[in-house]
Nanobody
Framework: EVQLVESGGGLVQAGGSLRLSCAVS????????IGWFRQVPGKEHEGVSC??????????FYADSVKGRFTFSADSAKNTLYLQMNDLKPEDTAVYYC??????????????????????WGQGTQVTVSS
């Protein structure tokens, strides 16, 4: 059974930093798509950063709203994903989720844009940025 468990959320002032973690079990990092998403009440999931083995050497996709501030990394030895968030803004306030799928057909950009393509989701962690 695949499980994803996020941690590291909290309350931070604007300009501050947080690092989210996502512990992954039952999932091997071979032929995969993984990503971070966020959601505010009443809105759809927004893809923050995603990567797919279909990307080859293209690198990680980042939404324009977080580019240059957020960094997505993965430690396959620890089966853990990370989202380092710097220079946080009040508009970054949301519940953050990590997600994954096996055997992706498309790029990380695609799965960030169409979150329903991800098969496995964590329970989410709240990030609140005060002004």
């Amino acid at each position: 059974e695949v499980q994803l468990v996020e941690s590291g959320g909290g309350l931070v002032q604007a300009g501050g930093s947080l690092r989210l973690s996502c512990a992954v079990s039952g999932f091997t990092f071979e032929d995969y798509a993984i990503g971070w998403f966020r959601q505010v009440p009443g809105k759809e999931h927004e893809g923050v950063s995603c990567i797919s083995t279909k990307d080859g050497n293209k690198g990680t996709f980042y939404a324009d709203s977080v580019k240059g501030r957020f960094t997505f990394s993965a430690d396959s030895a620890k089966n853990t994903l990370y989202l380092q968030m710097n220079d946080l803004k009040p508009e970054d306030t949301a519940v953050y989720y990590c997600a994954a799928r096996r055997h992706p057909l498309y790029s990380g950009l695609f799965y960030c844009a169409y979150h329903n393509g991800m098969n496995y989701w964590g329970q989410g962690t709240q990030v609140t940025v005060s002004s």
